[in-house]
């Protein structure tokens, strides 16, 4: 069963993506955390399969989160799902090797980032 790891400070979205997600996948484990270094921590106790990050969190960003996840040895599949949509923050996302989606969160930004975790697009 594929674990989603959903890393985000806005209550709300994480709310969002784990409802869509809950629907389109019943079998998936999703689990959430609300800054990046709580994020790391359930990278460690659970070792997921997919997950999604914002980029501005109080602590550490979400770019920092994922290089941390990345020095675990996690093969985790991550998609940026921000609001910072600045060219640098793509170009970033692009260095890191992980999907960039913008918010607000929708039903279609969910899909993209399901269809990424599942190898359906490669951008």
């Not at 484990?29 to 990046?36: H, N, P």
């Amino acid at each position: 069963m594929p674990t989603l790891l959903i890393v985000d400070d806005s209550r709300l979205s994480r709310m969002m993506i784990k409802t869509r997600v809950n629907t389109l996948r019943p079998d998936w484990t999703v689990i959430e955390a609300g800054t990046g270094l709580d994020g790391l921590d359930l990278v460690s106790q659970h070792q997921p399969d997919f997950i999604t990050m914002d980029v501005n969190m109080p602590g550490i960003s979400g770019f920092e989160a994922v290089e941390r996840v990345r020095a675990t040895g996690s093969q985790a599949r991550v998609v940026i799902l921000t609001a910072n949509i600045q060219e640098s923050s793509r170009d970033r996302a692009q260095a890191l090797g992980v999907r960039f989606l913008h918010k607000p969160v929708t039903d279609t930004c969910v899909q993209q980032a399901l269809d990424y975790f599942e190898g359906q697009t490669t951008s």
